[in-house]
């Protein structure tokens, strides 16, 4: 028989306890497994109240100085975004079986490019720096892979979800692959891809100005060099300066990706 309304709020109430219950039981398990001591956070409010007197002071005297190198950001993720969608778009077209009808091709395709998603952008920046060294140069060329990663899946997605009309118009007056990616499909998709190259750009501005970390250039080195000094002061301005430039890059992005959608 079907529960009465006192039966269903006990059961929901047994259910969410049950929830709580677990989530705890999980929280207790990766502290025990961690040896996360909750007791050193508390104890540090001497070096909490260090850190953040001298951060929340911030020497805006050193802002000019980090103009330079938040350009250069910006130049590394506007050409590492360019070099990525380039080469991301016509082997997307070759990861759908829609347009190259070889299901073995596809997937190896689709392999080669779920092996280069999983590589995170700071241990593809080291790996970069290790083979061509400290420089924007690597910089650029990690954004262009993680950029080739992203746009590729977004692309032949959006191609498997088009309309096929125009393909089977296009194969019927015995057109080849090429001239069917060309006419057929690419018409279809070319809003998105301009709206995916503006999303991958606004992630890849925020990305790039950690990269410094290891040496792939950019803000980020100059981030890293004041926190190993202890210049919490210039920290905090190179903070608001990043902040304030990915807000406003977020902001055209949005904007041009609406107009385009």
Not at 117 to 138: D, K
Not at 155 to 167: C, F, K, L, S, T
Not at 173 to 196: D, E, H, R, T
Request: aromatic share 12%.
């Amino acid at each position: 028989m079907p529960m009465n309304i006192k039966d269903t709020i006990h059961f929901n109430w047994y259910k969410h306890l049950f929830i709580v219950l677990l989530i705890c039981v999980c929280i207790w398990g990766c502290i025990s497994a961690t040896g996360a001591d909750f007791a050193e956070v508390f104890g540090n409010f001497d070096q909490m109240y260090a850190f953040l007197s001298r951060f929340l002071k911030p020497d805006f005297s050193y802002l000019p100085k980090l103009i330079q190198p938040m350009l250069s950001t910006l130049q590394m993720s506007v050409v590492g975004t360019a070099i990525g969608v380039l080469f991301a778009v016509p082997i997307a077209f070759i990861g759908t079986t829609l347009v190259t009808g070889n299901k073995v091709l596809t997937s190896v395709i689709r392999f080669f490019l779920d092996i280069i998603r999983t590589i995170p952008n700071l241990l593809l920046a080291a790996l970069m720096v290790a083979i061509m060294g400290i420089g924007e140069f690597s910089g650029v060329m990690t954004i262009a892979v993680f950029t080739f990663g992203l746009v590729s899946q977004l692309v032949y997605e959006a191609i498997e979800a088009i309309d096929e009309g125009p393909i089977e118009a296009a194969m019927a007056v015995g057109a080849n692959k090429v001239q069917i990616a060309q006419y057929a499909v690419a018409p279809q998709i070319l809003s998105q891809v301009a709206g995916y190259a503006f999303y991958a750009f606004e992630i890849n501005v925020r990305a790039s100005a950690v990269l410094g970390y290891v040496g792939a250039g950019g803000i980020g080195v100059i981030l890293n060099s004041s926190l190993a000094l202890l210049q919490y002061n210039r920290v905090s301005v190179i903070i608001l300066l990043i902040f304030v430039v990915v807000t406003i890059v977020d902001g055209i992005s949005e904007h041009i990706r609406r107009r385009l959608s």
